[in-house]
């Protein structure tokens, strides 16, 4: 599945923005006809580690279907990225994402969200099958539901640049050169 997935045009963009990256996180999001629902405004923030370790900026614990999730601390999560391989065409009708342009500087509390959301000007981002969409975890961003009725399929990668502190470890850490 690696070389399917992480093709050489990829690894070339994945090595244009950093060739230490290596993946951390990969989801599917499948948004079927009979699965159509809103994604509310957020940051995507916590990463996914082997084990609870405390560890001096890491907050927010969680521990949900066995995975350890955690906020590291804003500087180390400014350091990643996300690339969005599109299956199927997302467009502003079948829930393509929606994003915040300049809300990736800092984390945000639900006050800033609240207040960005209501006084900003999203920008829908869409995007044609087999592209992909680059962007930063910690853009604000939300997804409407489907009004076409249309699928739109995400193969979400996320990318982080260093080995993480204090004992603490990715747990889906993959290489990818």
């Known amino acids: 599945m690696h070389d399917h997935l992480f093709t050489e045009n990829l690894q070339k963009i994945i090595r244009a923005i950093d060739p230490n990256a290596f993946l ?4 599917y999001f499948d948004k079927p006809l009979e ?16 084990e609870k ?12 279907e066995g995975i350890h999730s ?5 500087e180390l999560r400014k350091k990643h990225f996300t690339i ?33 959301t ?7 981002c869409s995007v044609v099958a087999g592209g992909i969409h680059l962007m930063h975890p910690m853009i604000l961003h939300a ?8 699928r739109r399929r995400v193969i979400h990668l996320e990318f982080g640049t260093e080995e993480l502190p204090g004992g603490l470890e990715w747990l889906e ?5």
């Open 173 to 177: 850490r993959r290489e990818i050169f």
């Open 143 to 150: 997804s409407p539901k489907t009004k076409n009725q249309k």
């Open 70 to 74: 955690v906020c590291p601390p804003e």
């Open 118 to 124: 209501a006084d900003g000007l999203p920008k829908v």
């Open 84 to 116: 969005r391989i599109h299956l199927d065409t997302a467009t502003e009708e079948n829930g393509a994402l929606k994003v915040m342009p300049g809300s990736h500087l800092q984390y945000l509390n639900n006050e800033q969200i609240k207040t960005i």
């Open 24 to 27: 951390t996180k990969a989801i």
């Open 35 to 50: 699965a159509n629902w809103y994604v509310t405004w957020h940051q995507d923030l916590a990463i996914n580690v082997k």
């Open 53 to 64: 370790v405390e560890t001096t900026g890491f907050t927010n614990w969680t521990f949900r």
